[in-house]
């Protein structure tokens, strides 16, 4: 399961407080995503980039900041802004926006 | 904005039995629709993708359907087997609002032994 790497596993954070997520690639994507899964929901988009020193909102951008100063590398940080954080957080990546993305292991993020 | 529906949100069948999960659309200009199986604590993983340009596509016990006209599309699981519980996605990537892929909600999947 080697080719998407996110860190930490579990991250456990005080109410304001920033943290970040990490994501790493060496499948040499252009495009990569992050992602907050919420039980029993399915996955909603925070930000993508499809290339270098570009990236967009997604629908649940608000309260989230991210940065792509690397190609193998897309991390999330999660401001204080963002009034419920907990959450499964999944970085993704993709050859190109129109084919399969590879997801990493996930980030578990608890508020204390 | 876009949305993908989902249905059912919860399918168990039993060991050997058929499976069929229901996705619908609302972006016409939909044009890649992926399908993820997530097993427990794992990341979601790609099992069978489609694109506009098909109607059908069969990888062994996995078949997905599209009917554009209506906008959906549909996931196939044959003989089903206990491995197979997990919760599936599909997905629709189109071109508005910047190539965005729209996730389903999501269908967990029970095969009984």
């Known amino acids: 399961d080697g080719g998407i790497t996110q860190s930490p596993k579990y991250l456990f954070r005080k109410e304001g407080q920033n943290v970040t997520l990490s994501c790493e690639q060496n499948?040499?994507?252009?495009?990569m995503y992050w992602y907050r899964q919420d039980p029993g929901q399915g996955l909603r988009l925070i930000y993508y980039?499809?290339?270098?020193?570009?990236?967009q909102k997604g629908d649940i951008a608000e309260g989230y900041s991210v940065s792509r100063e690397k190609k193998e590398s897309f991390p999330l940080t999660v401001t204080s802004a963002q009034k419920n954080p907990t959450a499964f957080y999944l970085c993704?990546?993709?050859?190109?926006?129109?084919?399969?993305?590879?997801f990493g292991p996930g980030t578990r993020l608890t508020v204390l | 904005g876009e949305n993908v529906e989902q249905h059912p949100s919860t399918l168990s069948v039993q060991e050997g039995d058929s499976a069929v999960i229901k996705c619908t659309y609302s972006d016409s200009a939909s044009n890649y629709f992926p399908w993820y199986k997530q097993e427990l604590g794992k990341r979601p993983q790609l099992i069978i993708d489609i694109r506009s340009n098909v109607g059908e596509k069969k990888d062994q016990r996995i078949a997905v359907t599209l009917n554009k006209t209506a906008k959906h599309f549909s996931l196939h699981i044959t003989e089903t087997q206990p491995e197979d519980s997990a919760v599936y996605f599909c997905?629709?990537?189109?071109?508005?609002?910047?190539?965005?892929?729209?996730f389903g909600a999501g269908t967990r999947l029970f095969v009984k032994a």
């Open positions: 993704a990546s993709s050859v190109g926006t129109n084919n399969e993305q590879f």
């Open positions: 980039s499809q290339i270098v020193n570009d990236f």
């Open positions: 997905a629709a990537r189109g071109h508005t609002g910047g190539f965005k892929t729209i």
């Open positions: 499948l040499n994507h252009d495009a």
